[in-house]
């Protein structure tokens, strides 16, 4: 399995903000994802950067991925109260085990 | 730690006939299930939430009458994919909500990988 850790564990910022959080992995990958979930919600997927991709954007969302570094980084731009949620990384493998996240929350 | 098994943890069946794959939480009563597929080297997906004792809801463009959903007692969650073609074919997995924490911790279970041919 291959887990991600995301850093930091806990975010707060004010709306308008940019908020980055990271992640970082142990062995080689094909690809890296990022998941939002809200609380009480299942895992809703994000972006996905493959591993010859340095960065990729999805609207207000940019990542990046170091992979001589094994870390990506996610950064949610202009944030919204409504942005409020748990974000986590995983990285392929048949099994996912999923970090603790980074818990964000946007205060209006 | 809580822990969430499926079953089977494969399975390979012919076109035309249904599977069904458990999920249990093991140590813990999960009101809220969730399930997800993941084709190969792609990203996990959600497909529906399982609640305890009401019907499942669906992401959109998850067919229900095709992924049958029963959450028919707090540890078990079951999904059974009817009539199943090659397509349907691919990993899935499920995870269980410990509302007991109240975080809303997610534990995943080990995914059962489905064959159709």
């Known amino acids: 399995s291959q887990q991600g850790e995301e850093d930091p564990q806990a975010l707060s910022i004010q709306e308008g903000e940019n908020a980055t959080m990271n992640c970082s992995y142990k062995t080689s990958i094909n690809n890296l994802q990022w998941y939002r979930q809200n609380s009480g919600r299942g895992l809703v997927h994000l972006i996905l950067?493959?591993?010859?991709?340095r960065e990729k954007h999805s609207g207000r969302l940019r990542v990046t991925l170091d992979t001589s570094k094994k870390s990506s980084s996610l950064l949610i731009t202009a944030s919204r109260a409504a942005d409020t949620a748990s974000y986590f990384c995983?990285?392929?493998?048949?099994?996912?085990?999923f970090g603790p996240g980074t818990r964000l929350s946007v205060l209006p | 730690g809580a822990v969430v098994s499926q079953h089977p943890s494969w399975v390979i069946c012919k076109s035309g006939t249904s599977v069904k794959i458990e999920c249990r939480s093991l140590d813990f009563q999960a009101t809220t299930m969730f399930w997800y597929r993941q084709f190969p080297k792609q990203s996990l997906m959600l497909m529906a939430t399982s609640n305890e004792g009401s019907k499942a809801t669906y992401e959109q463009g998850v067919e229900k009458d095709k992924f049958l959903i029963n959450h028919a007692s707090l540890t078990l969650s079951t999904l059974t994919v009817t009539s199943a073609h090659p397509e349907d074919s691919s990993f899935y997995i499920c995870?269980?909500?410990?509302?007991?924490?109240?975080?809303?911790?997610?534990?995943f279970g080990p995914g059962t990988r489905l064959t159709v041919t």
């Open positions: 950067i493959r591993s010859n991709e």
């Open positions: 995870s269980a909500v410990n509302p007991g924490t109240g975080a809303y911790e997610q534990y």
């Open positions: 995983a990285t392929d493998g048949q099994n996912f085990v």
